[in-house]
Nanobody, 124 residues
């Protein structure tokens, strides 16, 4: 079992920045690829970014490339999502998730564990 707890969400103006954190406990964190997803009201959960178990590869959905950066610190069992140049369309609940594979998968059904989510609201 892996428990995931997100933090760092909040209200920010367009153009601002936030840094989300996801702290893991339980089984060996470095065994999992990690992903960040988001879900806006009335929309499906979508892949935002993912990182391999070793941290050597990162993947992003097109709409956040150049603005968001995913990273991980296996010694701290934590994955981060640095979000810059935020836009109102980034408003959503953001979730982190753990995948027992080596590389992250863009499909939420492939993930084994999920956090409870943290709200990000970007005002115009």
């Amino acid at each position: 079992q892996v428990q995931l707890v997100e933090s760092g969400g909040g209200l920010v103006q367009a153009g601002g920045s936030l840094r989300l954190s996801c702290a893991a406990s339980g089984r060996t964190f470095s065994s999992y690829a990690m992903g960040w997803f988001r879900q806006a009201p009335g929309k499906e959960r979508e892949f935002v970014a993912g990182i391999s178990w070793s941290g050597d590869r990162a993947y992003y959905t097109d709409s956040v490339k150049g603005r968001f950066t995913i990273s991980r610190d296996n010694a701290k069992s934590t994955v981060y999502l640095q979000m810059n140049s935020l836009k109102p369309e980034d408003t959503a609940v953001y979730y982190c998730a753990a995948d027992e594979g080596t590389y992250p998968n863009p499909h939420p059904d492939e993930y084994d564990y999920w956090g409870q989510g943290t709200q990000v609201t970007v005002s115009s």
